[in-house]
C-alpha cells in the first residue's frame, strides 16, 4: 500500500505517529530540508492539451487560465491550479522557522512531506510549556503547513502535546482556533504571519488557564457519557439515540481511555476530570482510530476528521467550565 508520508524527520523521541528518520539535535536548516524530503521546487507548466480529430493526429492547444504544478526534481505532477495560485516552496516552511530556531530559542523537532508533496510542514518547540497538577506536563509547538492542491491554505497553529501520551491538541480560545491562514490566492508572507502569530500566542497564558480548569472540573459518570456521545457520535449537528449509534467502536474505545485505559488517565490532572474526558478523545485520535496506515492517521489528526473531532472534543469540553 503507497504511504501518504514520502519522506520525513525527526530529533529526539519517535514521534507519536511512530514515522520518520532521526537527527541529532540542532542540526542546520540545510540538513533539515535534505532529510526531512524538502529538498526540491515546486515548478509551474501551462495547461496543454491535444485535440483529436478523425483523419490527423490531432494539435496541441493551451489553456492560459490553469497551470500545472510539478517537483522539480521527480517532474512529478502535484495538480493543476488556477493562474493566480500563489505557490509556497517546500523551503518556504523550513527558512520560517530561521530566525524563530536562532534567535527565539525555538527548537525543529519534525518537518516532512505528505502525499508526494502536495503536501509539507514542519513543526518546532517554542519552550512555553506548563505543567498541569499531577506532574503532566504539556509542551507547545508551532506547526507550520501548507498544500500544493487547494486542500490546505498555509496554516502557522499553535499546537500542544501532552507528553505522557504524546497527544496533539490544536490551541484555541473561545472555540476559535489560534491559527493564522494565509489562502493560496495571497501571497505568503513569513514576517506578517509571525506578527500575527505573535498576537496568537500572547494569549498563551489564556489557553493554560483553562486546561487548568479542565484538570480541575471533575465530572460524574453521567456528564462524562453525555460527553463522549456528543462529541464521538455527532451527525449533521444532532446526537442520535443509542440504538443507532454510527460510531459505537469509537464510543466503546474513548470510554475505556477515560477510564484507566488511556496513558496518563490515572494522573491527579485526569483521573474523573474535564481533562481526561478530552485526553480520552485525543489519544483516541491519534493512536486508535481506524486508518489505512499511521501516515493516514496522522494526516487526519492534524488536517482532517481526526482535528475536527478534537477540536469538537475541546469546545465541549471547555462548555463545562464556562
Known sequence: MAHLVEQMAYVGDTPWH?????????????????????????????????????????????????KVLYRSDTK??????????Q????NDVIEFYRDLTEVSGFELETAGVLKGGRKFWALARTGQDFTLKGKDLVNSYIL??????????????????????????????NGAPMAIKVPHSTKFNPDVVKRDLGIAVSQWDDFKYQMNLLSQRKVRWKEAMGYFMG??????????????????????????LYDGRGRGSE?????????????????????HKQARSNDNRLDSAWFGQGAQI?????????????
Open 18 to 66: 511512530g514515522l520518520g528518520n532521526q537527527l541529532s539535535p540542532k542540526q542546520p536548516l540545510e540538513v533539515w530540508r535534505r532529510e526531512a524530503g524538502m529538498d526540491w521546487d515546486i515548478l509551474e507548466s501551462p495547461v496543454h492539451f491535444k485535440s483529436n480529430i478523425a483523419g490527423h493526429l490531432g494539435s496541441i492547444h493551451t489553456f492560459p487560465e490553469q
Open 76 to 85: 512529478m505532477p502535484l495538480s493543476v491550479v488556477s493562474q493566480r495560485y
Open 87 to 90: 505557490t509556497v516552496q517546500p
Open 144 to 173: 507550520l503547513a501548507t498544500s500544493c492542491d487547494g486542500t490546505l491554505a498555509t496554516t502557522a497553529t499553535p499546537t500542544t502535546v501532552r507528553v505522557v501520551c504524546n497527544n496533539t491538541l490544536t490551541v484555541s480560545l
Open 231 to 256: 462529541v464521538m457520535c455527532q451527525l449533521d449537528g444532532e446526537v442520535l439515540v443509542p440504538e443507532k449509534l454510527p460510531n459505537e467502536r469509537a464510543l466503546r474505545v474513548v470510554q475505556d
Open 267 to 287: 494522573l491527579e490532572s485526569a483521573s474523573g476530570t474535564a481533562w481526561g474526558l478530552l485526553s480520552a478523545v485525543t489519544e483516541f485520535v491519534d493512536h
Open 310 to 322: 478534537k477540536q469538537r472534543a475541546l469546545d465541549t469540553a471547555l462548555q463545562l467550565v464556562a
